[in-house]
């Protein structure tokens, strides 16, 4: 698993500096409350729903004709079928495999919010995540037809908005998060395919990298411990 940023990053100041700081600059309008910090497990958990939903919808058929195809949010450890019991055939396995900061976002939002409480804080923290989308089934021709129905949903629906979230990570009416099928080099794919399954027989597994971004995460708030600004 991979959490870095995307280049060269402005450095954010901590909590403490934040408390003492003349230099960074103020927005005089009061924004709302962002995604909190449990807003990455709550875009797994609405991708799981979104990509089971297009598996069951009654108007299609379903992807693996007399068996009920899942999506299920997984961790690397759960490959191991023999100690996991998570991946049951037919299905379509969701892994974060990549965390990073989105510069260009993190650079355009560097500016002190104030929150309705009057609370001066941090601007927040923009990430893209990356997640592997396997399909598991007895044959080929099973998995292929739940990565084609995978494919069409990510295209049908390529933004996640309002009720779509599911609820805990502080979603407001206003979020959004873009999905995209990630356009990354063969070399790069296989390095995480390859990776992700090394533990297994098979030591690829035929997958396509999701990204979806921005998954905004607000900063914390010490009531009493507003930052100083000129």
């Not at 104030?114 to 080929?140: F, H, K, M, N, R």
């Not at 099973?142 to 995978?150: H, K, N, V």
Request: hydrophobic share 40%; glycine share 6%.
């Amino acid at each position: 698993m991979i959490c870095d940023g995307t280049g060269p990053a402005p450095t954010l100041p901590s909590h403490t500096e934040l408390a003492s700081t003349t230099s960074l600059p103020r927005q005089e309008v009061t924004t709302p409350l962002m995604p909190n910090a449990s807003a990455i497990a709550s875009l797994g958990l609405t991708l799981e729903k979104l990509l089971g939903d297009a598996f069951a919808d009654p108007a299609q058929p379903p992807p693996v004709p007399g068996r009920v195809t899942t999506a299920v949010l997984t961790r690397a450890e759960d490959f191991d079928v023999t100690t996991s019991p998570r991946i049951a055939r037919p299905c379509l396995s969701i892994l974060l495999v990549r965390v990073s900061v989105s510069t260009a976002l993190r650079t355009a939002t560097l500016a002190l919010r104030t929150i309705p409480s009057g609370t001066v804080t941090a601007p927040a923290l923009p990430l893209e995540l990356q997640y592997l989308l396997t399909p598991w089934a007895d044959t080929a021709a099973d998995e292929l037809p739940i990565l084609g129905r995978t494919l069409q949903c990510l295209h049908s629906a390529p933004v996640l908005s309002g009720t779509l979230l599911q609820s805990g990570g502080g979603w407001s009416s206003t979020d959004h998060v873009d999905l995209s099928i990630d356009d990354v080099s063969p070399e790069l794919l296989d390095s995480m395919v390859q990776g992700v399954f090394s533990a297994l027989p098979v030591r690829f597994k035929l997958s396509v990298l999701c990204r979806a971004r921005p998954v905004r995460i607000d900063a914390q708030h010490t009531p009493g411990n507003s930052p100083t600004t000129s």
